[in-house]
């Protein structure tokens, strides 16, 4: 079983700063990419930024320029830094994996469980 762990969220100021995790744990044989994706009140779920495993990124043009998606692959972790953050940011933000399990013949996509993000003006 695969497990995705993400801390961090909260309530900040516009301007403010959050920097969120995500750790993954259980039978891992490898991870291709991480990352986040944003989900606000009325609208589906959308990419924010993801990273490979040799740490390629690709980020939501909202975003650019404030957010830093990276990784620590010995700890099978990933984390967003959310720099200058604005109101219209605020969503539940969703960690995502590509894991191949142990004892697995394929990829498999992976969520978190989600962690609220809150930006007041």
């Known amino acids: 079983q695969v497990q995705l762990v993400e801390s961090g969220g909260g309530l900040v100021p516009a301007g403010g700063s959050l920097r969120l995790s995500c750790v993954a744990s259980?039978?891992?044989?490898?991870?291709?990419?991480m990352g986040w994706y944003r989900q606000a009140p009325g609208k589906e779920r959308a990419l924010v930024g993801l990273?490979?495993?040799?740490?390629?990124?690709n980020y939501e043009d909202a975003v650019k320029g404030r957010f830093t998606v990276s990784r620590d692959n010995g700890k099978n972790t990933t984390y967003l830094q959310m720099n200058f953050l604005r109101p219209e940011d605020t969503a539940v933000y969703y960690c995502y994996a590509q894991i191949w399990p142990n004892l697995s013949t394929m990829w498999a996509g992976y969520w978190g469980q989600g962690t609220q993000v809150t930006v007041s003006s």
């Open positions: 990273i490979s495993s040799t740490g390629s990124t």
């Open positions: 259980g039978s891992i044989f490898r991870m291709n990419y």
